[in-house]
């Protein structure tokens, strides 16, 4: 709605400004009524005109050739201006040009005849050009001739500079005010034989200041060019005193509008316009008052502003766009058949309006990857919006990554990505809500963990291992989720398990069975083989997962730095009970007084052996998936009395244990990377990482 308003405006605005622009045209029309105001893209005002009865005089006669606008004898237009009274015009360069003997080949000298008009003195220069060369320009004034001009020699166009005219190979002089029609001529010492090679012509020529830059291509080029320069010019020769008797007097002082000026430096009179207003002061009511033409200028300059603004937002949302891995997130999601079909497009504005510009009252969860904000979509859709933090090009590729893996899949137990919206400074990812919050609240907090029933953990294990199964076998390319946790299994209304964060997660062709890569994932759960070797399988989502159904079984967290060093490492600390027959000590009371001794033993083994060492003697999600089912169909027998039959239960899981000896050969090799710092998830470049 608001980028609609906006453009509904902007078109307003638009549209106000061009009728405002034509009314500040019309008002200030710059030809007589009724005749053509322009020839070849150059506007002609009044007093100038195009043919008889549009000028004021023959001074003023512009004759229109073929597109070009021109006044006297060849001499052509550019621009007029009412308001500096000046005109804009290109005149022709003399120029002297020898062979290699030295015999003349062109010898043109130019004649500038500006009848009533006059050169302007600050505004123009005389240039001479060449590397054996003297340029003079004569003029005539009180029936005397005058003239002036200057020398421009070099030896070679090294001594010639880009940019001077200090009298190598350029030179360029001042002339007196008022002055009209000229003479423009050129001559050599040697006529060029001693330069010829570089520099066989010469060439002088009067031209607008800040025109013409010298450079030594000049030197040695052969043709006759045009150069721009400024004329001043006003009406007659008399003054504003002497003009105001005669009937023929230009200016329009009785509106109150205009004023009649004397020139400084020229002889006749000129019109302006009074402060206030613009316009063309020659023609009748042709003065208007300025506020037309400021306000004008005002919504034109607000409408170009909000034009800027919106391309300005425009281009930093396409920056972001490619800076967040759009273009590369559009490559390798179109490689795979099918997979943008299901995926949305968020814009920057519905993901605002979803989260209440991301009110901190919406945050439902932060962590190292970045926010969550609970989102409410137009059609009353709950949605988890994830906000990440991207630092580096590493954490852009885990982005891309996470949203490629996500695509592709379509299970009951996986969190759904609905879309992604790229056109933020960071990305932004949308998914199903999940409300339930995660696994780790429920097991861990101590107001939910003694109201999670045994069942319950054990139907969650259950969803989690066919999920990872899913991921493994299933999918179209087998996917290692690497960040395999309880604060990574969201739960739902009903307590169904949701697998999440897929930003670490890796595709794996189906020839290979393991990726070299930089070790990635959470203190507590890192597979040791994996830290040892850089050597990404599936059996690493394995070891994590025993973690997880640790954590099912003694509600304790992977890692904590509360804990004792021997106790710090949860896979550890369970694996050493086991050995040392004292696992009762760490199971919850509950859920050895909820379940029954077969499937706590039972759960008990699968765990140890996801946690092997060595990937080879861990079983796959598969085996995991179908043994924890298992597990769940067991016939329930419960220990009746908890405390009376402490020993035997443990006696039982000692017997467990030593039905089953861990295969720790070097139980140290697990905890490499424990005593670092206690971010939630960290990544180690150990190794090359290729």
Known sequence: MGVLLISKLLQLISFIGVILLAMVAASAAQAKPGCDNSCGGVEIPYPFGLREGCYLDKMFNISCDEDDAIIGVNVRVTNISIEAHEMHVMALEARDCYNESGSIEFNNSTRFRAGKFTIST??????????????????????????????????????????????????????????????????????????????????????????????????????????????????GSETCEEARSKPDFACHEADQKSKCYDPETRSGYQCKCKPGYQGNPYLRDGCQGAGVSFICMLVFTSWMY?????????????????????????????????????????????????????????????????????????DNKIVAIKKSKIEDENQIEQFI???????????????????????????????????????????????????????????????????????????????????????????????????????????????????????????????????????????????????????????????????????????????????????????????????????????????????AVKGEERPTMKEVAMEVEGIRKMQKHPWVNLEANSEEVEHLLGETCRAYPPPLENSSTITIGYHHSMNDHATYPLGDGR
Not at 160 to 186: I, M, Q
Not at 403 to 418: C, D, G, P, T
């Open 122 to 235: 600050t505004k123009n220069q005389f240039t001479v050009l060449g590397c054996d060369t003297t340029g003079i320009i004569r003029w005539k004034k009180n029936e005397k001739i005058y003239s002036t001009g200057c020398r421009s020699r070099c030896n070679d166009l090294s001594t010639a500079v880009n940019g001077s005219c200090s009298g190598v190979g350029c030179c360029n002089v001042e002339f007196p005010d008022g002055l009209g029609n000229y003479n423009v001529s050129v001559s050599s010492f040697k006529n060029h034989t001693n330069v010829w090679n570089f520099n066989p012509c010469s060439y002088a020529f009067i031209v607008e200041k800040g025109k013409f830059n010298f450079s030594t291509d000049y030197l040695q080029k052969r043709e006759q060019e045009r150069r721009p320069m400024v004329l001043d010019w006003a009406i």
């Open 306 to 378: 909000f034009v800027y603004k919106k391309r300005k937002i425009m281009k930093l949302r396409e920056k972001f766009f490619q800076q967040n891995g759009g273009l590369i997130l559009e490559q390798r999601l179109g490689k795979q058949e099918g997979s943008t079909e299901t995926l949305k497009i968020f814009t920057v504005e519905q993901l605002q309006k979803a989260t209440k510009n991301y009110d901190e009252s919406r945050i439902i969860g932060r962590g190292g990857f970045g926010t969550v904000y609970k989102g409410f979509l137009p």
């Open 401 to 611: 990554n996470e949203v490629v893996v996500l695509s592709q899949i379509n299970h009951r137990h996986i969190v759904k990505l609905l879309g992604c919206c790229l056109e933020t400074q960071v990305p932004l990812l949308v998914y199903e809500f999940v409300p339930n919050g995660t696994l780790f609240k429920h097991i861990h907090q101590e107001s939910n963990a003694s109201t999670f029933p045994w069942e319950t953990r054990l139907r969650i294990a259950a969803e989690t291992a066919e999920a990872l199964w899913y991921l493994h076998s299933a999918a179209s390319i087998p996917i290692i989720h690497r960040d395999v946790k309880s604060t990574n299994i969201l739960l739902d209304d009903d307590f169904n398990a949701k697998v999440s964060d897929f930003g670490t997660s890796r595709l794996v062709p189906r020839d290979q069975t393991q990726l070299a890569t930089v070790v990635q994932g959470t203190l507590g759960y890192l597979d040791p083989e994996y830290l040892q070797t850089n050597q990404l399988t599936e059996k690493s989502d394995v070891y994590s997962f025993g973690v997880v159904l640790v954590e099912l079984l003694t509600g304790k967290e992977a890692l904590s730095f509360a804990r004792t060093e021997e106790q710090r490492s949860l896979a550890m600390y369970f694996i050493s009970s086991m050995k040392e027959e004292r696992l009762f000590e760490i199971l919850e009371n509950h859920i050895v007084a909820e379940g029954n001794k077969e499937q706590i033993q039972q759960f008990v083994e699968l765990a140890r052996s996801c946690l």
